[in-house]
Nanobody, 117 residues
């Protein structure tokens, strides 16, 4: 599976962005999906995830209630809708996919999100 993330940019605090992650090579239907982020000088951290079976989603406490992960199987694409953005959300955002439990095996190249105060 090849993943390509896009949609990042510069936005003011309180604004919104939607990130997209297009998959190729295989369909994402049977993959758990995830969004991670890495701020300058910090380790990469989990932001949002979605189970392939049932489509349940889960979030890091820092983004819960503001971010929404979704998928469009027909377009083989996953999304991260980000609302009420804060300067601390500034990071490179990565999409990822995995089959079953364990580590995410497939990663996109990252897209920069910058939130100005």
């Amino acid at each position: 599976v090849q993943l390509q993330a896009y949609g990042g940019g510069l936005v003011q605090a309180g604004g919104s962005l939607r990130l997209s992650c297009a998959a190729s090579g295989r369909t994402l239907t049977n993959y758990d999906l995830g969004w991670f982020r890495q701020a300058p000088g910090k380790e990469r951290e989990f932001a949002a995830g979605m189970h392939w079976r049932g489509g349940s989603s889960y979030y890091a406490d820092s983004v819960k209630g503001r971010f929404t992960i979704s998928r469009d199987n027909a377009k083989n694409t996953m999304y991260l809708q980000m609302n009420s953005l804060k300067p601390e959300d500034t990071a490179v955002y990565y999409c990822a996919a995995r089959q079953g439990a364990g580590q995410y095996a497939y990663w996109g190249q990252g897209t920069q999100v910058t939130v100005s105060s």
